[in-house]
């Protein structure tokens, strides 16, 4: 398999954008038409677990053209129980088909051989490769706070099957500052800490693809712009993950600071805005029912959004 | 539903142990017969599943009566994929079938409706109380990377269904301490702070049981021996839950640094060293292929360990 970097800059490439669509079912905002079929069901749970795959589909066909990768968000699905983990490996296996990868968006950390059965239950275990049932996605996100113990079972893990991995370095909520700004008695903050001990582990030189930038990438909110300069710098062969676009408050122009001069180096995700278009008044007045029509067209809104923002830059 | 506090306490004394066992099941350290099973399936995803439920059932029949609770590790099930998911909840309910708390070790963390999303997962969403099939733990292990916003969702999910909540505050890894360690000008370190977040959350009069301990604890690794007196003493209202008992080399004394001068307080976790009794010559020269046997008698030896321990602290 090829290296997952080279594979997500030529997506992005492809699709001529570093947008990625959050895939986060909600029971309480799915199209009407959908969450009627489970009011009807005499086995809500299964139904449930139908529509957020079929709803997730109708998202994948919608924005297959126009969104670099698709990045299902895990703790909806759970909600389901092991229902919805069954949905979140259809919907993964579904969005590879329409040619896009899959970041499973799971957040998952621990030490020693509980990471290493995270990273082979989310990765993909040689030892199942046979089980053609099991899909796992081409890049997760995960929790880097076990330090390099905690990183490494990852970063293998990945690297063996062409996958990549990302360490929630910064979260964008005002609590998480609290923790993560906190500071030693040279001004360094405990997030950078953080990017340079997943940097020790990204920058290995056998971790980095043809195009120069590692399988292991960093979560970062798009709201902590002003950080976002001086990791870019800091980290040259970093991919950035960008959380927070649209419904989270980031603007265009400050998930962009995370990208190199040529364009590459980071992935920007937008959910509520793009899957939940049909409840905003802008694309339900043009478009009606059709949900999927709505997701579309704000897909390519935030497509051409991010390409005007950086055209302006 | 009683507090979760007051549940674990009454568990702790009515099994006149702290000590609670962690169901880690491993494909290749399965007990033979299990084992031999998959093997002659042609569905081995299935087949894997069946038999990690099976061991997991045959570890609960064997320690229930001296274990205080169990703590099921989801990673090795979502090795499984959906169908691990569903014997990780076939678990959990076998395991309250037979008295026991369930403690899902589950480390999840995330920020907003996501982490609600999680909280609702794990420890059961009320909009799905009627899915009976929907099995949820009696406590999760959380990750609190995220600060308050990413606690107080888990926290506030676990009350309201006389559930418990253990943050991951100090890792007993060797690299955990490069970021757990990292001290500000005044010496303080990070997982103090973050235990101090922690016990805002804990420590509010709602959240404390008739017992006087808070249904949102901390995990502290047993083998961070030198930490644990400090935290005891700063954090009246805490329970500490304590991994690395036995396998991971804490010795049963310094797991009990974690008590209360009344015993309560602590639960103290061992995994390996139990359920794999059966590849313990000790244990193997006794009993032979009655591996059921095997974990009972380590069990009741480790609960013999840490009374003694105890009595000469």
């Known amino acids: 398999m090829e290296h997952f970097a080279d594979r997500i800059l030529e997506a992005v490439r492809a699709k001529r954008t570093p947008l990625v669509v959050g895939l986060d079912p909600r029971l309480d905002q799915l199209p009407k038409p959908l969450f009627e079929r489970i009011s009807a069901s005499s086995d809500p749970l299964s139904a449930s677990a139908q529509a957020f795959e079929d709803f997730s589909k109708g998202v994948i066909e919608a924005i297959a053209d126009c969104a670099a990768a698709v990045k299902p968000q895990s703790a909806f699905f759970e909600m389901l129980g092991a229902r919805g983990v069954e949905a979140f490996e259809k919907t993964c296996d579904f969005a590879r088909s329409r040619g896009l990868l899959v970041i499973g968006d799971v957040k998952r950390g621990d030490i020693g051989s509980t990471a290493e059965a995270y990273a082979s239950a989310h990765l993909r275990n040689s030892e199942f490769v046979e089980m053609e ?181």
């Open 133 to 313: 049932n099991i899909v796992a996605p081409d890049a997760i996100t995960i929790n880097g706070f076990a330090g390099l113990d905690g990183i490494i079972p990852f970063a293998d893990a990945a690297q063996e099957q062409g996958k990549g991995v990302f360490v929630w370095v910064r979260a964008s909520n005002p609590s998480a500052a609290v923790l993560q700004d906190f500071a030693d008695a040279q001004g360094k903050r405990f997030f950078e800490l953080l990017a340079e001990q997943v940097a020790l582990v990204a920058c290995e030189p056998k971790r980095i693809g043809k195009c120069g930038l590692s399988n292991v990438g960093m979560v970062v909110g798009g709201t902590a712009a002003p950080q976002a300069r001086s990791l870019r710098q800091k980290f040259p062969q970093i991919i950035f993950l960008v959380p927070g676009y649209g419904a989270q408050g980031a603007a265009a122009a400050d998930c962009l600071q995370f990208c190199k001069d040529n364009g590459s180096g980071a992935l920007v995700t937008a959910s509520r805005s793009i899957i939940y278009a049909y409840d905003n008044p802008r694309y339900k007045e043009q478009f009606g029912d059709n949900w999927e029509k709505c997701i579309e067209q704000a897909c390519q809104d935030m497509k051409a959004e991010l390409a005007a923002a950086w055209a302006n830059r």
